[in-house]
C-alpha cells in the first residue's frame, strides 16, 4: 500500500489520508481524520503497522484556520483510524513531512506561533519528545527534509538559507555541512543513495558532494 497526506482547495480547511493499492488499482479516502488540519506527510511505523503523520493548521490559500495548533498523530493501517493525537512542541502551527532514522527516532521541523523554525525528534513507540534543536537558518525550501536517511551514519538532510545542513541521528545534532549562495535560492532538492545532493536555484541546476 501507498499512503499520502493531501491539503484541501483554495479557502478550505481540512485535508485527507489516501491509501492506494496497485494490483488491482484501488484508492481509498478518509476525510479529515485529524479535524480541519493539512496532512502534510506520513511515514511508516512498521513494528507497530501504524503511521505517524504530521499535520498543519493551515488550509488551502486564503482559508482561515479553525484550530491554533497542528499535531502529530498515529494511524492505525489495520483498523483505518487515528488511534493517538499529540503536540510535541508548544504552540506549533504545522510541522513538515516526518522522516524516521535508523535509531527509530521520527524527526522533522515545527512552525511555531513566533515564526521560528525547530528542529524535533519524537518517539513514535512510547510517543515523547525526544529533543529539539536549533536550524542555521529560517527560509526552508521544499521538501524541507529529505525523505531517506543518508549514508553510513544515517544522516538526515535539509536545506536552510543558504546552508545545507544534517541531523546526526546518534546525538540528535545539527551541523552544517557546506554553505553557497545558490543555497538561498533552492527549491526542491534531492539526494541519492551516495549522498550527492541535487537542487534547482533558479534556472539551474547544482550538486553537492555530501559524503567524503
Known amino acids: 500500500h501507498y499512503y499520502l497526506g493531501t491539503r484541501p482547495i483554495k479557502g478550505h480547511v481540512g485535508g485527507g489520508l489516501c491509501r492506494v493499492t496497485l494490483d488491482p ?4 479516502w478518509w476525510k479529515d481524520p485529524v479535524g480541519p488540519q493539512s496532512i502534510i506527510g506520513v511515514v511508516a511505523i512498521e513494528e507497530t503497522n501504524q503511521l505517524l ?7 488551502g490559500s486564503s482559508s482561515i484556520p479553525e484550530e491554533d495548533v497542528g499535531y502529530v498523530f498515529l494511524w492505525d493501517c489495520a483498523h483505518e483510524r487515528v488511534v493517538a493525537k499529540d503536540m510535541p512542541v508548544e504552540g506549533a502551527g504545522s510541522y513538515s513531512a516526518p ?19 525547530i528542529v524535533f525528534g519524537w518517539d513514535p ?8 534543536g536549533e536550524l542555521p537558518g529560517q527560509s526552508l525550501p521544499f521538501p524541507t527534509l529529505h525523505s531517506r536517511p543518508v549514508g553510513p551514519d544515517g544522516l538526515i538532510i535539509g536545506l536552510a538559507d543558504d546552508a545545507v ?4 541521528p546518534a546525538d540528535h545534532s545539527v551541523s552544517v555541512l557546506a554553505r553557497h549562495e545558490s543555497i538561498s535560492r533552492a ?3 534531492f539526494v541519492t543513495e551516495e549522498g550527492v545532493l541535487y537542487y534547482g536555484s533558479g534556472a539551474e541546476l547544482w550538486r553537492c558532494d555530501l559524503l567524503p
Open 25 to 28: 488499482l484501488e484508492a481509498t
Open 53 to 59: 503523520g504530521a499535520t498543519s493548521h493551515y488550509g
Open 99 to 117: 522522516v524516521r532514522a535508523g535509531n527509530g527516532v521520527v524527526y522533522g521541523i515545527a512552525y511555531t506561533s513566533e515564526r521560528e523554525r
Open 125 to 132: 513507540i512510547e510517543r515523547r519528545l525526544v529533543c529539539t
Open 165 to 168: 545542513y544534517a541531523i546526526a
Open 187 to 189: 527549491h526542491g532538492f
